[in-house]
Nanobody, 124 residues
Framework: QVQLVESGGGSVQAGGSLRLSCAVFGYTSSTISMAWFRQAPGKEREGVAMIDTDGMTTYAGSVQGRFTVSQDNAKGTLYLQMNSLKPEDSAIYYC??????????????????WGQGTQVTVSS
């Protein structure tokens, strides 16, 4: 059973930075596709960034150039470095793992395993 535990959320002013971490238990992080999602109040959960088993990364257009997804396989940890944060980036951020390839990676149903989420709040 895969378990994902996020950390690193918090409050920051617009233009600031945060780094989220996701510890992976029960699986080798390098052998499973992983992603970061976010969900703001009243909105659907949306894919933010994905890293595939070959290390290829993909980003949502809204975060391209500002966010960077990476992983440390020795530590079994996925990261999301978020720079130039905007108030519209405020949301609960979730770590996800295990692709369902019949769905787009940006869709929540495109992944099997989920963390509990961590809150990110960006003030103007």
């Amino acid at each position: 059973q895969v378990q994902l535990v996020e950390s690193g959320g918090g409050s920051v002013q617009a233009g600031g930075s945060l780094r989220l971490s996701c510890a992976v238990f029960g699986y080798t992080s390098s052998t499973i596709s992983m992603a970061w999602f976010r969900q703001a109040p009243g909105k659907e959960r949306e894919g933010v960034a994905m890293i595939d088993t070959d290390g290829m990364t993909t980003y949502a257009g809204s975060v391209q150039g500002r966010f960077t997804v990476s992983q440390d396989n020795a530590k079994g940890t996925l990261y999301l470095q978020m720079n130039s944060l905007k108030p519209e980036d405020s949301a609960i951020y979730y770590c996800a793992a295990g692709r369902r390839f019949s769905f787009s990676w940006t869709q929540a149903r495109g992944f099997i395993y989920w963390g509990q989420g961590t809150q990110v709040t960006v003030s103007s």
